[in-house]
Structures are given as C-alpha cells and as structure tokens.
C-alpha cells in the first residue's frame, strides 16, 4: 500500500501522524510541503479528494492568517487558495494519501482509517491520550 503525508516536521500532529504510519509498517513518501510548496492542480486535487474546501484546510493559528486579512468569512476561496500558494504555511496539516481515501489528519486518530491495517504497538496521541491499546486495538 502506498501512503503520502504532507508533512510539516515542525508540528507535533503531524510528526505523530507519520510515528503512526510508520509504526502501522508503512514506509511513507514524504512531501515537506513547507519547501516544495504547493501547485494550484495538486491542492485543488487533494481538497477535493478529502472533501475540504480552501477555508476548512485554513490555518488559522501559527500561520500568517489573520493578518493577511483571510480570516474575515466573506473571502473566497480564490483568494485563499492564491494566498495558499504564496504562503504553504496556510494549509493546515498533516494531509495523508492512501488507497482508503484522503483525510486532513487532524485530529491524529483520523490517520488509522487511511491504514491498511493497525500498528501492533500501543499509541497515544500527541498529549498521551491512547489510540492503540498495548494488544494493538483500536480505543479511539
């Protein structure tokens, strides 16, 4: 099975969510969004695929947002989607590909649908709450 993760190494979510793909045996191919940047086709794509639009995969925390003026509901989405191209900061993260589909994995839990199968080991969250008990069963 082949898995993508747009992954940022800087956010704890995102550095989870790829412990979790790893763990599950996987070997992800991993695009650092924040150095390749993004194209206008292959974000249209992925939203599209994991049913978001340009204002659900906003950052809006820790990224330039508010004040380049985007959090105001009456931009459109033309404009977010240009300021995600400017700024790859703006799209919010970790987004995982794989053969079950295509999920802005946020909170981490949401990773273990897109997974062929379950890692064996125990899992928590990033602040320690469980998600894979020490048998390797599912508890979120």
């Given at each position: 099975?082949?898995?993508?993760?747009?992954?940022?190494?800087?956010?704890?979510?995102?550095?989870?969510?790829?412990?979790?793909?790893?763990?599950?045996?996987?070997?992800?191919?991993?695009?650092?969004?924040?150095e390749?940047?993004?194209?206008?086709?292959?974000?249209l794509?992925l939203?599209?695929?994991?049913?978001?639009?340009?204002?659900?995969a906003?950052?809006t925390?820790?990224?330039?947002?508010?004040?380049?003026g985007?959090?105001?509901p009456?931009?459109?989405?033309?404009?977010?989607?240009?300021?995600?191209?400017?700024?790859?900061?703006?799209?919010?993260r970790?987004?995982v590909?794989s053969?079950?589909?295509?999920?802005l994995?946020?909170?981490?839990?949401a990773?273990?649908?897109?997974?062929?199968?379950?890692?064996?080991?125990?899992?928590?969250?990033?602040?320690?709450?469980?998600?894979?008990?020490?048998?390797?069963?599912?508890?979120?």
């Open positions: 099975m082949s898995i993508v993760i747009h992954h940022n190494p800087d956010c704890g979510t995102s550095r989870n969510v790829l412990a979790i793909i790893e763990a599950s045996g996987e070997t992800p191919i991993i695009i650092e969004y924040l390749t940047g993004w194209t206008r086709s292959q974000l794509a939203f599209a695929a994991a049913d978001l639009t340009p204002r659900t906003l950052r925390t820790k990224s330039p947002a508010e004040e380049l985007l959090l105001d009456s931009v459109d989405d033309e404009t977010l989607l240009t300021a995600m191209l400017d700024h790859p900061v703006l799209v919010n970790p987004i590909c053969p079950k589909g295509v999920r994995c946020r909170p981490s839990e990773v273990l649908d897109l997974l062929g199968r379950l890692p064996p080991v125990p899992i928590a969250k990033e602040e320690g709450t469980p998600m894979i008990d020490w048998k390797g069963d599912r508890i979120v």
